[in-house]
């Protein structure tokens, strides 16, 4: 019973992949055909001969139409041009078109057409918005660019993250050195404090110095101005100046 019972699962689940698997393939062959998709107007085998004679110009360009672009070209003329020769001054003789592709949605196109050199892919890049107002698709942005491979890809993006991770580590290190600066700022203003302190000090002293001068200068002088009366007053009087008291001395 329980080996039946198995075997009737097994039958079961294999009936339901392949069921999926029917329906997968189902879905695959009802995709349209790109060819006989209404491209705003143009089909797909008008789309592709426009980019075979725009590469095959491309490839023809010569210094003159470089120049006549340039001064008289559209906008997205000149972005093609300019990232044509960009992309193509490292590579070797054009060996013909590869792989041509188109990808609609609502109301935009994407043309991309593959060009082959040697060891290297090129791809032409238009793509086209649809204008509600004339009902025609117009060309807004052309360009050319390397096509990468996998390992380049990958190359590429462990380069940037290194660049990221080392630019991370130096601003660390740097505010790290900035805090470590910190304790010589405040010695730094601890010294100017203390050298203002003695200078402060200093001053203090120098005019308590001057006072204490000025006191003792004074004192010597009412002395002496006590022992000039003393001595007139004993002259006058016919005696000795030893018995005189001065009480006080009042300056006018």
């Not at 210094?63 to 093609?80: C, E, P, S």
């Not at 990808?103 to 204008?131: A, C, L």
């Not at 660390?172 to 910190?182: E, N, P």
């Not at 006191?215 to 002259?235: F, G, M, R």
């Amino acid at each position: 019973m329980e080996r039946s019972r198995k075997v009737k699962f097994m039958k079961k689940k294999l009936s339901l992949i392949l069921c999926l698997c029917f329906m997968v393939l189902g879905l695959a062959a009802c995709g349209e055909n790109p060819k006989s998709v209404d491209y705003f107007g143009m089909t797909y085998d008008d789309i592709q001969s426009m980019m075979e004679q725009e590469v095959a110009t491309l490839v023809s360009f010569t210094d003159d139409d470089r120049a006549y672009i340039q001064a008289y070209g559209a906008d997205t003329a000149i972005k093609l041009v300019e990232t044509w020769d960009e992309a193509t001054a490292d590579l070797e003789a054009y060996q013909g078109l590869g792989e041509f592709s188109i990808t609609k949605t609502q109301d935009t196109m994407t043309v991309e057409q593959i060009i082959e050199f040697p060891g290297r892919e090129v791809v032409v890049s238009h793509v086209y918005t649809y204008n509600y107002e004339t009902e025609q698709a117009e060309l807004t942005d052309a360009s050319v660019d390397k096509v990468y491979t996998l390992g380049e890809k990958m190359e590429k993006a462990g380069l940037n993250t290194l660049m990221g991770m080392g630019t991370v580590f130096v601003v660390l290190i740097l505010i790290s050195l900035i805090i470590y600066c910190f304790r010589f700022i405040s010695v730094v203003q601890d010294k100017i404090s203390g050298k203002g302190k003695t200078a402060e000090a200093k001053t203090e002293g120098t005019v308590a110095e001057q006072i204490e001068q000025r006191e003792t200068q004074q004192l010597t002088d009412d002395l002496e101005l006590v022992a000039v009366i003393s001595a007139a007053v004993a002259a006058a009087s016919g005696t000795s100046a030893d018995g005189f008291v001065v009480r006080s001395i009042r300056r006018r």
